[in-house]
Structure formats: C-alpha cells, structure tokens
T-cell receptor, first 114, second 114 residues
Framework: GAVVSQHPSWVICKSGTSVKIECRSL??????MFWYRQFPKQSLMLMAT?????????EQGVEKDKFLINHASLTLSTLTVTSAHPEDSSFYIC??????????FGSGTQLSVL | GDSVTQMEGPVTLSEEAFLTINCTYT??????LFWYVQYPGEGLQLLLK?????DKGSNKGFEATYRKETTSFHLEKGSVQVSDSAVYFC?????????????FGTGTLLAVQP
C-alpha cells in the first residue's frame, strides 16, 4: 500500500549546522505535502504546506528562511533546518495526500541540536 | 482558533481492559474528526473518522462518536490487546474534508501489559 518513507529517523547535530529531512512517497504521488513538528508535551503543529512545483505556504510564526521546504517532484519533499539551534530540537513529521483522499504519514524525525 | 485537547498519557492497562481516551475540540465551523494511531517506528495511520454530528467511526474494535453538544470525540475499545500499544492522536479538519490541514492533539501513549 501507499507509504511515506521519512529519513533520518533521528539526528543529532551541533548548533549552527543545517539538517535535511527527506520524505518520499512510495507507490503514490503526493501533490501536496504537509510538514508538522511536535515539541515535548505539545500538539503536533502544522508548519507548512507544499504543493509540487510551487513555493511552500508557511503557518504563522514559522520562519520560511529557516525552514526551507522543497517539493520538486511528486514523490520527494525535503525540509532543511538551516543554522539549527537548540530551540529547534523537536519531532518533525511529514504527510502526503494519497489515494482515496487519505493522508499518509512518515514515521517522523527526532532532531536534537546540541 | 480551532484546537484539540486530549488526555495526557501514558495510559497503562492490562490486556482485555476497557479503554477510553478523551478528546474534546474547539471549532468555529463544522469540522471532520479523526483518530490516528502511530505504532512504534511507523507513520501515523488513520484509525477512524466521523464527518458530522452523531456519526460513529469504528475500526479494529475501536469506536468514537462525534458529539456536537459536548464537542467531544472520545476513543473507546472494549478489550485492549498488547498489540494496541501505540500513540493515539485525535485530530480535526476545520474544513470538513479528509485531506487538507489537520489540527492535532498532543497524542496519548497507550501501553497494554499482558
């Protein structure tokens, strides 16, 4: 069935470095990809919505220059956290709209910035 | 704004116990309501949904009824199994459709002991 493969599952990086998270839709094409993040004990919050071939739409309070989203193809979307800082440490998860109007989620990436 | 509040976990139960995970919501329109489940190492999967008041969603022995008068969508299962151990997320779509943006709760970890 339809699956979204998200990598890496976890990453530890130094403050000031950039981290790229990849989401690939397997066996389906995702016209729209949603990126969420979850801080400890908080809700899973939508960061941005990206449509293939166009610029992402960011939610209020999310810095577009810090969280770069690329959705260049129907099967691949990437989120790059630029110049990561400890406050960016969070759980990031993607989802794509798939067959039968269902959403398919990646397994998430736990980012820890030292 | 629209929001979802669900009970904090973890919830620890013995096998065959009755499960209730509370979820209440705030929405200005007529949202659709969802329960998603995330098993260890996997992406969130849709467990069940309800699109209008008094609808009951059900799947794999789980049920939830869309209660407009109490703005609730509590998840229940009569007899849990060890394999039900997972994180459960309550969510709403303020626009009523199955895709588009979702607003999630914090997730509730369920641990079922043999």
């Amino acid at each position: 069935g339809a699956v979204v493969s998200q990598h890496p599952s976890w990453v530890i990086c130094k403050s000031g470095t950039s981290v790229k998270i990849e989401c690939r839709s397997l066996d389906f094409q995702a016209t729209t990809m949603f990126w969420y993040r979850q801080f400890p004990k908080q809700s899973l919050m939508l960061m941005a919505t990206s449509n293939e071939g166009s610029k992402a739409t960011y939610e209020q309070g999310v810095e577009k220059d810090k969280f770069l989203i690329n959705h260049a193809s129907l099967t691949l979307s990437t989120l790059t956290v630029t110049s990561a800082h400890p406050e960016d440490s969070s759980f990031y998860i993607c989802s794509g709209d798939g067959p039968n109007e269902k959403l398919f989620f990646g397994s998430g990436t736990q980012l820890s910035v030292l | 704004g629209d929001s979802v509040t669900q009970m904090e976990g973890p919830v620890t139960l013995s096998e065959e116990a009755f499960l209730t995970i509370n979820c209440t919501y705030t929405a200005t329109g007529y949202p659709s309501l969802f329960w998603y489940v995330q098993y260890p190492g996997e992406g969130l999967q849709l467990l069940l949904k309800a699109t209008k008041a008094d609808d009951k969603g059900s799947n794999k022995g789980f049920e939830a009824t869309y209660r407009k008068e109490t703005t609730s969508f509590h998840l229940e299962k009569g007899s849990v199994q060890v394999s039900d151990s997972a994180v459960y997320f309550c969510a709403l779509n303020p626009y009523g459709g199955a895709t588009n943006k979702l607003i999630f709760g914090t997730g509730t970890l369920l641990a079922v002991q043999p």
